[in-house]
């Protein structure tokens, strides 16, 4: 008989939420999706879930202990830096097995016109002085920075109403969830009358679509590099993952 597996996923993303359905209705996994907070209203979890950060990786390391979980999934956004380092440092303070489910970076293809670089600032700075129209599909966090080059039209697309908007004399908030499609992605861009697209270069599937928009309309994006990820297992396909998990079961 196999024995059950106790699993915490830090999620928060396409990837994890991926994850959550495939686990849902497995008797001999036992998962727990976390989520941050960020989003008033997360898309419903077919697995169970609690919500708010664990006060650092002590608290991580923490929780992992007190709650006997077998393995560590963290699913969350290659750009989500702080809780990957916790989970790092969690991992190694509980001894609970780690892996990161992280989609590949995209990488440029025939046609593309992109800009790679390392910071959001370095974004803004890229973007000129002359006024331009720009979608930014960062998300919420980091707005902040467009707040240095006000002479831009900024069509930002997010979740929920990021407060930095007010920092911004030009712009127009668009609410919306992926995934994209790349028909929406193109009448969009289109409408708007967009000249350049800003983006980080999160990779996976849900968001692309802009990418390939921006191609089909001739407009140049500045891609954010992802942050490096230090000294963990990784698994990019969900397959991968839940052979990691059957390899981390316990013993009967
Ligand atoms: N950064 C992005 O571009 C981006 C994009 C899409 C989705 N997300 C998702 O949004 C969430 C927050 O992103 P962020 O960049 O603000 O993270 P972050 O800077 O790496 O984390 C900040 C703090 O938030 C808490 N936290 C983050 N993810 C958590 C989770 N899944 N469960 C419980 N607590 C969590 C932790 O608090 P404690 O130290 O108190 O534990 C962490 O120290 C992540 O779950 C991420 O997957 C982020």
Redesign the pocket.
């Given at each position: 008989m196999r024995s059950l597996i106790r699993i915490l996923i830090?999620?928060?993303?396409t990837q994890a939420s991926e994850l959550a359905r495939a686990l849902a209705d497995r008797a001999d996994v036992s998962p727990l999706l976390?989520?941050?907070g960020?989003t008033q209203n997360p898309a419903p979890a077919p697995i169970p879930c609690r919500i708010?950060?664990?006060?650092?990786a002590d608290?991580?390391a923490t929780f992992l202990r007190a709650e006997n979980f077998d393995a560590l999934i963290d699913a969350?956004?290659p750009?989500?830096?702080?809780?990957?380092a916790?989970a790092r440092a969690a991992s190694a303070a509980s001894g609970v097995p780690l892996l990161v489910f992280s989609r590949p970076a995209w990488a440029p293809g025939d046609g593309d016109q992109w800009r790679e670089v390392a910071t959001m600032a370095d974004a803004v700075a890229a973007l000129g002085d002359a006024p331009r129209r720009v979608f930014l599909t960062?998300?919420r966090?980091q707005l902040a920075a467009f707040a240095a080059a006000p002479q831009h039209y900024y069509l930002v697309r997010a979740i929920d109403k990021p407060d930095e908007l007010r920092l911004l004399p030009h712009h127009k908030f668009i609410s919306a969830r992926g995934p994209f499609t790349l028909e929406g992605e193109r009448e969009l861009m289109r409408a708007e009358g967009i000249e350049i697209l800003v983006s980080?270069n999160?990779g996976g599937g849900a968001t692309a679509a802009k990418l390939v928009a921006a191609r089909d309309l001739n407009i140049p994006v500045i891609l954010v590099a992802r942050p490096e990820a230090e000294g963990a297992a990784e698994a990019a396909r969900l397959d991968d993952v839940l052979d990691w998990i059957e390899a981390h079961r316990p013993a009967p």
């Amino acid at each position: 008989m196999r024995s059950l597996i106790r699993i915490l996923i830090l999620g928060g993303t396409t990837q994890a939420s991926e994850l959550a359905r495939a686990l849902a209705d497995r008797a001999d996994v036992s998962p727990l999706l976390s989520l941050a907070g960020r989003t008033q209203n997360p898309a419903p979890a077919p697995i169970p879930c609690r919500i708010g950060g664990f006060g650092g990786a002590d608290g991580l390391a923490t929780f992992l202990r007190a709650e006997n979980f077998d393995a560590l999934i963290d699913a969350t956004h290659p750009f989500a830096e702080k809780i990957s380092a916790n989970a790092r440092a969690a991992s190694a303070a509980s001894g609970v097995p780690l892996l990161v489910f992280s989609r590949p970076a995209w990488a440029p293809g025939d046609g593309d016109q992109w800009r790679e670089v390392a910071t959001m600032a370095d974004a803004v700075a890229a973007l000129g002085d002359a006024p331009r129209r720009v979608f930014l599909t960062q998300g919420r966090l980091q707005l902040a920075a467009f707040a240095a080059a006000p002479q831009h039209y900024y069509l930002v697309r997010a979740i929920d109403k990021p407060d930095e908007l007010r920092l911004l004399p030009h712009h127009k908030f668009i609410s919306a969830r992926g995934p994209f499609t790349l028909e929406g992605e193109r009448e969009l861009m289109r409408a708007e009358g967009i000249e350049i697209l800003v983006s980080k270069n999160s990779g996976g599937g849900a968001t692309a679509a802009k990418l390939v928009a921006a191609r089909d309309l001739n407009i140049p994006v500045i891609l954010v590099a992802r942050p490096e990820a230090e000294g963990a297992a990784e698994a990019a396909r969900l397959d991968d993952v839940l052979d990691w998990i059957e390899a981390h079961r316990p013993a009967p």
